[in-house]
């Protein structure tokens, strides 16, 4: 990543940002013209940005808030819309980003609340974790001797799915989920592939496994994999290439025989 006062940075982009002073504000557009070098990504022009906080018309403006944290897409805290499309702004080179006419179009994810610019809350998104319980219930098994094994046969696409970040993406581009900014309607409001992704890893452990009836339980109900659209595009924005599609399929399955379960009486 170039620094912001890096002197390689011999080259100039036109960057239009969506900004918003705070969640009731009102949206506005600003450009900024910025200098980059070889290698510059996104987080490093809102870093100029934020040095030299001053519009291509000269004037003066507050810094540009923004989310990051790791810089090597791993946080998945930088999600934003990136010339009209969801991605990490971390690992969007400027080299690779900027349009024909030298630009470069920033805005907020539209599916959650916007806190400040281009910064939102993806709280409902760990809401939702919490009500499938994404999680190895280990505590008070210290005393309980030696765990089950685990398969080798397992791990490879365990670890595929293990590599979701709750960043956002997939739920930016499903044409179902919307934003839904009243927290008391969450639990009835579309899961998305995210949550449904992270039941099937858990379910897939064998330790895990011991909650998955809890877990298909919360999928069934008002806006779980029932009511999916099938529309794919969660799969094709996921930055880590997770089979989301797989895993939806997977949660069907689990779930059409947790319901044959739950009629039979067992």
């Given at each position: 990543m170039v620094a912001p006062s890096s002197p390689a940075a011999d080259k100039t982009v036109l960057v239009r940002i969506k900004r918003q002073d705070g969640p009731q504000g009102t949206a506005r557009w600003e450009e900024f013209r910025v200098p980059h070098g070889e290698g510059a990504n996104v987080i490093s022009v809102l870093q100029w940005i934020a040095a030299n906080p001053k519009t291509t018309a000269g004037a003066a403006t507050t810094p540009v808030a923004w989310d990051s944290g790791c810089l090597e897409e791993v946080c998945g805290s930088c999600t934003m819309l990136i010339n009209g499309k969801v991605r990490q702004s971390c690992?969007?080179?400027i080299a690779n980003i900027i349009q024909?006419?030298?630009t470069i179009t920033l805005e907020p994810?539209?599916?959650?609340?916007v806190v400040r610019d281009l910064c939102v809350d993806r709280q409902r998104m760990f809401h939702n974790l919490q009500r499938v319980k994404a999680w190895v219930p280990i505590d008070g098994t210290w005393s309980l001797g030696?765990?089950?094994?685990?398969?080798?046969?397992n791990a490879d696409t365990?670890?595929?799915l293990s590599t979701c970040m709750t960043c956002g993406c997939c739920l930016e581009a499903c044409p179902q989920f919307n934003e839904e900014q009243d927290a008391s309607k969450w639990d009835e409001s579309f899961q998305g592939a995210q949550v449904w992704n992270q039941v099937r890893l858990f379910n897939m452990q064998a330790t895990g496994a011991?909650?998955?009836?809890k877990r298909l339980d919360e999928v069934m109900g008002q806006g779980g994999?029932?009511?999916?659209?099938?529309?794919q595009n969660c799969v094709k924005v996921c930055p880590k290439e997770i089979p989301l599609t797989e895993s939806i399929a997977e949660i069907g399955?689990?779930?059409t025989v947790r319901g044959i379960k739950r009629y039979l009486g067992a």
């Open positions: 690992s969007a080179l024909s006419d030298g994810m539209s599916k959650f609340p030696r765990g089950p094994l685990e398969h080798p046969s365990r670890y595929v011991t909650l998955a009836d994999i029932a009511d999916c659209g099938n529309s399955r689990q779930s």
